[in-house]
């Protein structure tokens, strides 16, 4: 029975899995369409963002991935500094910045404390490399992410994969693989939140500011 179901659901998501966002996620490649056009930039992220924002430290050096519409920017502390990073130039200052691709750009020496990275992880094919790069760059690391609940081969893990796959995610971490993975690398879990079907994390290094 097992098979036989597992059978039925790759069926039914091949379709699913033709979609543009689910090729571009199947063969790792960034989506530089989807994201170079402004309308792929929701206003329903703001709170998100504005709750990403009350978790930055005062007075911190910050670059954001996936800048977006720069919406950070207008809700950090006024004594924050305020760096943007896109796949495509976001206004004044931006790092154009695929982390898909290697090498991953020379940041400088102590130029930066916080990295904030909202829904962004989702669509790297190698986290580890990038989190290893982010280690050398910054403390602390302000990010959401919608974590996968399953693993393994059952056809729920399955349903899952292909779900995240259509929105053209490229990885499925679970909570605690992402904890893991910032671990290995120094960082340790300072704070937690929730936001809709997504969660917020603060991680950081040690003698990182509070």
């Known amino acids: 029975m097992l098979r036989a179901a597992t059978t039925l659901l790759q069926k039914a998501d091949r379709r699913q899995l033709a979609d543009p966002r689910s090729l571009h996620a199947l063969f790792h490649k960034t989506d530089r369409k989807h994201w170079g056009d402004p309308r792929s930039l929701h206003p329903s992220w703001e709170p998100r963002t ?22 950070l920017e207008r809700y950090l502390d006024s004594s924050c500094t305020y760096t943007p990073s896109d796949l495509v130039d976001r206004g004044p200052g931006t790092i154009v910045c695929d982390l898909n691709r ?6 400088g020496v102590d130029g930066y404390d916080v990295a904030v990275i909202m829904g962004v992880l989702e669509y790297l094919r190698d986290v580890p490399s990038v989190l290893d790069w982010l280690a050398s760059h910054v403390q602390v690391c302000v990010l959401s992410y919608a974590c996968a609940d399953t693993n393994g081969h059952s056809p729920r893990a399955w349903l899952e ?9 490229m990885n499925h971490y679970r909570e605690a693989d992402l904890r893991s993975l910032f671990g290995e690398r120094g960082f340790a879990l300072v704070r937690q939140e929730s936001w809709e079907n997504q969660r917020l994390f603060v991680f950081s290094q040690p003698g990182a500011p509070a």
């Open 50 to 71: 504005r709750k990403a924002a009350a978790l930055v430290p005062a007075r911190s050096r910050v670059i954001e991935f996936g800048a977006g519409n720069r919406i």
């Open 102 to 107: 290697r090498p991953l750009p020379d940041l």
């Open 161 to 169: 994969t292909v779900k995240r796959l259509k929105a053209g995610w």
